[in-house]
């Protein structure tokens, strides 16, 4: 589903079939000028660990790319489902963290 307003563009994707908002593979993103803000993602719990997750996370870097943004940003706070402290997860993906906010900047 996409939405467009003034300000941004929000873009959002949730498995078909799937109501719930956790435990479900969905992500959702909104674009703001040349920045692509990527609200939240997540994986159902059987596709975890299988690399699907870095998959998603290119997907989405190319499609901020294919709509003209020069950077992604999140927030870093908390824990992957796996443990992992997500700011770590992000700077494994090749981010840079800065307190709460994991970004990178495409060239």
Known sequence: MTHATESGIWIGYRKKGLTKLFNSTHFDVNI??????????????????????????????????????????????????????????MMSLGYEVIGYTAKKEFK
């Not at 703001?32 to 870095?54: A, Q």
């Not at 997907?59 to 700011?87: F, H, N, Y």
Request: aromatic content about 8%.
């Open 32 to 89: 703001i000028g040349n920045t692509f803000y990527l609200l939240s993602i997540e994986l159902e719990t059987k596709d975890r660990g299988k690399g699907h997750g870095k998959s998603l996370y290119k997907i989405l870097e190319d499609i901020a790319k294919q709509t003209g943004c020069s950077k992604i940003e999140m927030t870093a706070s908390g824990w992957t489902k796996s443990g992992v402290p997500r700011a770590e997860y």
